[in-house]
Each structure stands twice: as structure tokens, then as C-alpha cells.
């Protein structure tokens, strides 16, 4: 019951979100950023949109090796364009996600190893986002930065306290102590081995951060094309803001991303409706880069592409990891 609840409030929770900022502003705001999407804007997203998706994948490869699982760069590619697209036509924003870690896994006999690959590596690309977003709103003029020392002592204490569950969870004793084990040697194993290697982390952090400025430029692009005028200085902090509002739960991407926005440009000064048309424009930008996702799922239902799966081995033990084994 819990579960069923869950899955249904947080699309409420978008939809809800889209329906106060339709109250307050109106549908002027989203014709305005839809009749402002030009050829330009849209080239342009499909080319930062091709190289965000090239290092998300090359991370999400450097993920699952660390985990002991095999996973080509060209598949991987090709798997995370299908992922977006169906995150930013399907409501929950996670559908892409899921399909992908559930398909890798299947491709390699290890469903749970792909799930995990796929969370570890969005995990990974989050907390590059958030750190480079609480640099730039300490560095750059912002609604938010009078709030950002106590932001960052927040953020430090919820890391501390991290640290001190693990500490505890580590010298745990009593009949739960052998389940907290597993879990706990588990989740240290992805971490050391898929995120923290020497070779992983500096990969890792590299691509992230290819991804995080990719998508601030679109959405610098975006705003200048629904007319915004503010320099990057000013725009490039509601940038940030904004992203963090798009990590939220969403219907087909939006909700969320129209009411943060809103929100940003509205305490920037700068106007909610031309933060909900840059929104708009952003969404339609987004959209489009995800595109070759939709050709990647049309070629997996045409016949010539369906390849029949290797028969699982009869032995009642079979190694994660096989050479070969699907294509990611």
C-alpha cells in the first residue's frame, strides 16, 4: 500500500505543481516559449545533447566495469539515448532508467548488477551536479546565496551524519547484525570498486562535469531564445537552481522544471513568465536531442533486430560477468 502511494503522489505532486503555475500565470507563458523555439536553438541542443550523452554513457561503462559487467560504449550510447527518451515521454522521469538497467542486466544474466550500475552512475552524476551547483551559488550572484553558508553547513551535516550511520551500522551488533552486513559490504563493495577506483573517480568526476555544463548551456541557449536578456553572470546560478529542481520526480519532464524555473526568474527579477517560456523552450530543446532514442527503440521492434537471447547456462552457479554476452 505504501509503494502504490508513493507511485501515485509524486506525479501528483508534479501535476499539482504544474497546475499552480498555470493558476498563476497562465497559458500565455507556454505559447511564448513554444512559438519561440527556433532552428537554431534546436540544432544547437541536438549537438550539446549528442556530446552530454556520449560522456553519460562512457560513465555509466566506467560504472558497470567497476561492478564486474561488461558494457560496450556504442551500446551504451545507444541504450541511454532509448533512456531519455522514454524519461522525458513517460511519466516519473526514471522509466528510461529502469528499462536500461533491467536490459543490461538481462544481457549480461545479472539484473540486479545492471540496476545497480545505472543507480550508482546516476548517484555519481547527481552529486557532481550538486557540488558544482553550490560552487556556482557561492561564487556568482544568485536569489539564493545569502542562504548558501547555511546551505553548506546543512549539506556538511548531512554528510557527518552519513558518516556516523555508517560508523554505527559497522560495529552493530545482535540478530540483525549478519542482514546490515551484507547490505553494508554491498553497498561499500559498489562504491570502492564502480565509483572511488583510481582510474574510475577521475573519469567519473570529468564526464559529470561535461554533463552538468552541457546542460547549463542549453538552458542559456533556451533563455535567450524565449528573450531573456540578463547576462550569463546573472542567468548562469538560475541555470543551476533550476536543474536541481529537474533531479525531482516529473510527468514527461514536466512540472517540476516550469514551477523551479518560475520560481528563480521570479526572485531573480527577471519575471516567472519568462522563466516558464525559458522552461518551455528548454523542454522542447531537451526533447528533441532525445530523439535518436526514439530511433533506437523503432529498430529494436523491427524483425532483422530482434537476436535471440543465449540460453541460460543449466548450471546452478554462473559467473556475472560473460564476454560477448548481448550488446548493453
Known amino acids: 500500500m505504501n509503494r502504490t502511494v508513493w507511485a501515485w503522489l509524486r506525479p501528483a505532486a508534479a501535476v499539482a505543481t504544474l497546475a499552480v503555475v498555470v ?22 541542443a541536438a549537438g550539446i545533447g549528442a556530446l552530454t550523452t556520449v560522456c553519460c554513457a562512457w560513465r555509466w ?14 551500446s551504451a550510447v545507444a541504450a541511454y539515448y532509448r533512456s531519455m527518451f522514454l524519461n522525458l515521454t513517460l511519466p516519473g522521469g526514471v522509466v528510461g532508467d529502469v528499462h536500461r538497467g533491467v536490459s543490461h542486466g538481462r544481457d549480461v544474466h545479472d539484473v540486479g548488477r545492471g540496476l545497480r550500475a545505472v543507480a550508482w ?56 547484525g549478519s542482514r546490515w552486513a551484507r547490505v553494508r559490504s554491498a553497498v561499500a563493495g559498489d562504491v570502492r570498486d564502480g565509483l572511488l577506483a583510481r582510474k ?3 573519469a567519473i568526476a570529468l ?69 516558464v517560456a525559458t522552461a518551455v523552450v528548454y523542454g522542447v530543446m531537451v526533447l528533441v536531442a532525445s530523439l535518436p532514442g526514439a530511433l533506437v527503440l523503432a529498430a529494436a521492434w523491427l524483425p532483422h533486430a530482434r537476436r535471440p537471447r543465449r540460453p541460460e547456462s543449466p548450471l546452478p552457479c554462473r559467473a556475472p560477468v560473460v564476454d560477448g554476452a548481448g550488446d548493453g
Do not use: Y
Open 23 to 44: 493558476w498563476r500565470l497562465g497559458a500565455g507563458p507556454f505559447r511564448d516559449g513554444v512559438h519561440a523555439v527556433d532552428g537554431q536553438a534546436l540544432v544547437a
Open 61 to 74: 561503462t566506467i560504472v558497470a566495469r567497476g561492478l564486474g559487467v561488461d558494457l560496450p560504449l556504442p
Open 121 to 176: 552512475e546516476r548517484t555519481a552524476g547527481q552529486v557532481v551536479q550538486i557540488v558544482l551547483t553550490v560552487v556556482v551559488l557561492l561564487a556568482l550572484p544568485s536569489p539564493v546565496q545569502p542562504a548558501m553558508p547555511l546551505a553548506v553547513l546543512a549539506v556538511l551535516a548531512v554528510v557527518a551524519v552519513v558518516i556516523g550511520i555508517a560508523v554505527a551500522c559497522r560495529t552493530q551488533t545482535g540478530r540483525r
Open 200 to 202: 574510475a573517480l577521475p
Open 207 to 275: 564526464a559529470s562535469a561535461v554533463v552538468v555544463l552541457g546542460h547549463a548551456v542549453t538552458f542559456l541557449i533556451a533563455a535567450r531564445t524565449a528573450g531573456a536578456t540578463a547576462p550569463a553572470s546573472r542567468m548562469l546560478p538560475l541555470a543551476m537552481l533550476a536543474m536541481l529542481a529537474m533531479v525531482l520526480p516529473s510527468v514527461a519532464g514536466w512540472g517540476p522544471r516550469e514551477g523551479g524555473t518560475a520560481w528563480a526568474f521570479g526572485a531573480a527579477g527577471l519575471g516567472a513568465e519568462q522563466g
